[in-house]
């Protein structure tokens, strides 16, 4: 199996993405989960990144608390996206699992550091303060990085918390700037795709139907979660962003994308943590990333139930 380290503020559709992961041990090794203040402060997505370790009945998943604050900047949260917990939806019990006492970016500089060059993967569904951090105090282990996923950005879809940028990046463009700027092969699922990944009304009841505790968990999550695209957007549910990473490392080939130069943007107030896309190579800048356009959502929607189905 592939060996991933999950960076991730949850969350529901963060919580969904990792019971994609923990429901694929055969495809997916998780050594540990960091979590980082985004969605909530820390202290919650610590807490959701747990709550859902025991919904998917692996308890020994190793979690730590990275983060609590982005580079330079004050951290801006979204409980208007996900709810004051940022688990709100379905009722789970409280954690009884230990947080790890090492700090999430000692352990992704450790991690990477002790496993051979090339063998880990870093799956990224928040702000990216903890990888620009793991990097800035141990450069040597950008190199043995075998590739990031990370969902961030937007291109044709523009802004989701700004009318130029995208949430995770918007939060910490300053760290995102240093991922981005890396020279780490980066896959990055951007608005453009997650807005296709949409939970349509018969895909939840689909969930909800499996009728395992995390079937319901995910149904109750989505319900919850769909409020504020469906007010925003007028779309039809809600799009489950963060899944896109888990689901690319499964079947790449549900996706399409263009391997282009992104470069964001850290100075102007106004397009702040706006992914600038040279989706058409008028810029003679190197390309640095695969940028996800598209996906086949009936597959990716067929792959997410039947793996939710394998868990408690
Ligand atoms: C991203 O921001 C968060 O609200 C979601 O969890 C996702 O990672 C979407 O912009
Ligand atoms: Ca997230």
Known sequence: ??????????????????????????????????????????????????????????????????????????????????????????VLPDPTMPLQDQHGVDFIIETLRREDAGTVTLCV??????????????????????????MGGAYFEVGNITPAAEFNIYVDPDAAAVVFGAGVPLVVMPL????????????????????NASGIAVAEMTDFFERFDKEKYGSDGAPLHDPCVTAYLLQPDLFQGRQINVEIETGSELTLGMTVADWWGVSGRKDNALFVGNLDADGFFALLTERIARLP
């Open 1 to 90: 199996p592939r060996k991933i380290i999950i960076d991730t503020d949850p969350g529901q559709d963060d919580a969904v993405a990792i019971l994609l992961a923990l429901a694929s041990p055969e495809e997916i090794d998780v050594l540990g989960i960091t979590a980082v203040a985004g969605n909530v402060p820390l202290s919650l997505t610590a807490r959701n990144a747990r709550i859902i370790c025991e919904l998917a009945g692996r308890p020994e998943v190793k979690v730590f608390a990275g983060c609590d604050r982005p580079m330079i900047r004050p951290l801006v949260t979204a409980e208007h996206v996900h709810g004051q917990t940022g688990l709100n939806g379905p």
């Open 125 to 150: 569904l928040g702000p990216l303060t903890n990888i620009a951090m793991a990097f800035k105090m141990a450069p040597d282990i950008v190199e043995k990085v075998e590739e990031i996923v990370l």
């Open 192 to 211: 453009d795709v997650t807005h296709k990944a949409l939970v349509t009304r018969a895909r939840i009841e689909a969930f909800r139907s499996l009728g």
